[in-house]
């Protein structure tokens, strides 16, 4: 049998939670009575490319990495990343891959050097079932047999699917709660972000949901948005300081359980609804989430400035966690690229690999460039390479961008193992293949003086075989050429999300 | 039975008494103790409070439809006390109640949620009776009062 490696699956990851959820009262939990535990260690047995979903059992304290190749010396910074790592307290695994606590990932970079640490985020939740030394709270789609309380979603916040930096502090991402302040210096968890405090919003704010994936400004200024499976919809507009500038609820019919990622434009924010609902007799909030082929994907394109529905677009149907960009041009059209499903089976495997179930047949998906034209028609192209966790350079967040970044798979197997430029001026896509061996994770660039054309791509890789993960640095110029800097850690790391770059 | 979340926090305390001023509904409604010769006498337990901050808002209600409709039988307003604070209601009549309560940590009087109808102050039922995203049954919540004359404790835990 050929071993599979990079799970497209994976690429995808970083879904994760739109908490507070539309909630069953009076109905029995669902107790797991199949030992996924087991089965998973079954599975790793078989699979050596499963040791990036194993449980971690503790932070990782400071290590040098083994730098092969020239490490650029006008890359001085941290990269940051988060994923889920605590999948497992004693017998308990849990279901999906969304539900373990977020670990989050610093890589100094510097004066030749490169230096990692990892650290659970003490979350109450981590910090309530690291003492009891054992999983206290149901998750999204794992019931426990014994379970407490859960008042509202950040009690069960795992912070486990971004990190960002905003002021002195960095901020690790769920997104069915609140923003999770972190301590720069430490990496400790300090408290939940309480995004009206000192402010005309009071506690209104408190425990609203955030997601995991706002898009900044050049100017530094903070959107995002929250779903609440309700279907109503909140949206921010923050300071580069994290303070709220204005806030705004949308309802809509959207009651899936789960909206991942939105775009935003110089002018508009763009809120594009899959075509998922949620299917009312299945248990698990990730389980029940359904494909609905009859359903157009939704755009709703509003305006920054009021928070108010502008105008609507309907798409062909398709799911999609990632968006890349999104920018307007001069006659009020819009572009924007998906790395878009043709449904939402991805979901589903994220569980099955996380219980060792063999994936026969990966789903796969493409970016997807959108024109949304000003007379209300809609264009698209899909280009042919798969394609998942999108990314532009930081200053063009809303601006017309040349290039995109992904990564995806070459090898037509389970996980990543390529990363891709597209290039939209001269519709071209460049890419570089790490070789089947390796689990491909984000890679995100790093323009130079605010000129996508100059600068870095940075990244993590799983080396399989020897069980090791490397930090990879290339030039974007030349991008096929392969890493100037492959850097290696002594042992890998769990399989992530999201990262982002912070110059020192 | 599926309630969306939103509505299902609305329904926590947003009902005919939580509607008014809170304190001006608990004044009204505390003079409803049974005057039954055979009578029983409650104490209900809070444990886990966070503060000294504010006060705990207590309400007792008797069967499910005074409970559904938000009408009280008795209620009560403590100073919270970090860790345990009791109350006492006296010379209950026979039947089926329920005890809901919550932490007025800003003591303004309300039970604070956010714009999505989420609690921003820590609840909590008698029986303790697990929350989820929301109150629990009223069938988790209910509890028999006799006519023996026997004290009764109910203990539970204030959920933030
Ligand atoms: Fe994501």
Not at chain 1, 90 to 119: S, V
Not at chain 1, 280 to 289: K, V
Not at chain 1, 369 to 398: C, I, M, W
Request: aromatic share 10%; glycine share 8%.
């Amino acid at each position: 049998m050929q071993r599979r490696y990079l799970l497209k699956a994976m690429a995808a990851v970083g879904a994760g939670l739109s908490l507070p959820h539309a909630n069953v009262f009076g109905q029995t939990a669902v107790s797991n009575t199949i030992n996924v535990k087991h089965l998973f260690n079954q599975a790793i047995q078989k699979d050596d490319a499963l040791i990036g979903l194993a449980d971690v059992q503790q932070n990782y304290t400071e290590q040098s990495l083994k730098i092969d190749g020239k490490l650029p010396k006008d890359i001085h910074g941290y990269f940051y990343r988060n994923g889920p790592a605590k999948h497992e307290r004693g017998e308990q695994r849990y279901q999906h891959l969304f539900e373990g606590d977020g670990m989050l990932q610093r890589f100094a970079i510097g004066e030749g050097k490169i230096k990692h640490i990892g650290k659970f985020v003490n979350t109450p939740k981590y910090a309530h079932e690291e003492s009891a030394k054992r999983f206290m709270f149901d998750g999204p789609d794992t019931k426990l047999t014994v379970s407490s309380a859960v008042a509202h979603a950040d009690t069960i916040n795992t912070a486990n699917t971004n990190i960002i930096p905003v002021g002195d502090d960095l901020w690790a991402l769920w997104e069915g709660g609140s923003a999770s302040v972190i301590d720069k210096a430490s990496l400790s968890f300090k408290n939940f972000a309480n995004l009206g405090e000192n402010s005309q919003y009071g506690d209104k704010l408190k425990r609203l949901p955030f997601s995991a994936h706002p898009k900044i400004e050049a100017n530094g200024d903070i959107w995002n948005f929250g779903y609440n499976a309700a279907g109503t919809i909140v949206l921010y507009h923050l300071s580069a300081q994290g303070k709220t500038k204005n806030v705004g609820l949308i309802n809509t019919d959207f009651r899936a359980g789960m909206l991942h990622d939105f775009l935003i434009t110089h002018k508009h924010i763009l809120l594009i609804l899959p075509s998922i609902t949620k299917d009312a007799s299945a248990h698990g909030m990730f389980t029940s989430i359904r494909f609905n082929k009859h359903q157009p994907m939704k755009v709703m394109v509003l305006d920054k400035n009021t928070l108010k529905l502008a105008r609507q677009y309907e798409l062909p149907p398709g799911f999609a966690f990632h968006f890349g960009n999104a920018w307007e041009e001069a006659d009020g059209s819009i572009y924007f690229d998906a790395s878009l499903y043709s449904d939402v089976k991805i979901l589903h495997e994220m569980s099955h690999i996380m219980q060792g179930k063999h994936i026969a047949k990966p789903a796969t998906s493409n970016t997807c460039l959108y024109h949304l034209k000003a007379n209300g028609s809609v264009d698209y192209q899909r280009l042919k390479e798969n394609s998942e966790f999108p990314r532009v350079s930081n200053y063009l967040t809303g601006l017309k961008n040349r290039y995109l970044y992904h990564v995806g798979n070459t090898h037509d197997g389970l996980w990543s193992d390529s990363i891709y430029r597209v290039d939209w001026h001269n519709d071209t896509v460049e890419s570089y293949d790490y070789g089947k061996e390796y689990i491909v994770e984000e890679h995100i660039p790093i323009a130079q003086d605010n000129n996508e054309n100059n600068g870095y791509l940075i990244g993590t890789a799983l080396h399989v075989p020897s069980k090791r993960t490397c930090l990879n640095i290339f030039n974007v110029a030349k991008l096929s050429d392969g890493p100037i800097t492959r850097a290696w850690l002594p042992y890998h790391l769990p399989l992530g999300f999201h990262g982002n770059y912070s110059a020192a | 039975m599926k309630i969306q979340l939103t509505r299902a926090f609305n329904t926590i305390f947003d009902n005919k008494v939580a509607q008014q001023p809170l304190s001006a509904a608990f004044l009204t409604i505390a003079v409803f103790a049974s005057t039954a010769s055979q009578a029983q006498d409650l104490q209900v337990e809070i444990a886990g409070i966070s503060s000294n901050e504010g006060k705990i808002y207590i309400q007792l209600f008797k069967g499910e439809d005074n409970f559904k409709n938000g009408v009280a039988a008795a209620a009560s307003i403590v100073d919270a006390k970090e860790g345990q604070v009791s109350v006492n209601f006296n010379s209950l009549s026979a039947g089926e109640y329920a005890v809901r309560y919550f932490h007025d940590e800003d003591n303004d009087g309300q039970f604070d949620t956010n714009f999505l109808g989420i609690p921003t102050e820590g609840y909590g039922f008698s029986n303790n009776a697990k929350a989820n995203f929301g109150p629990p049954n009223y069938s988790d919540i209910k509890f028999s009062v006799s006519d023996e004359n026997t004290k009764i404790v109910n203990r539970s835990t204030v959920n933030y």
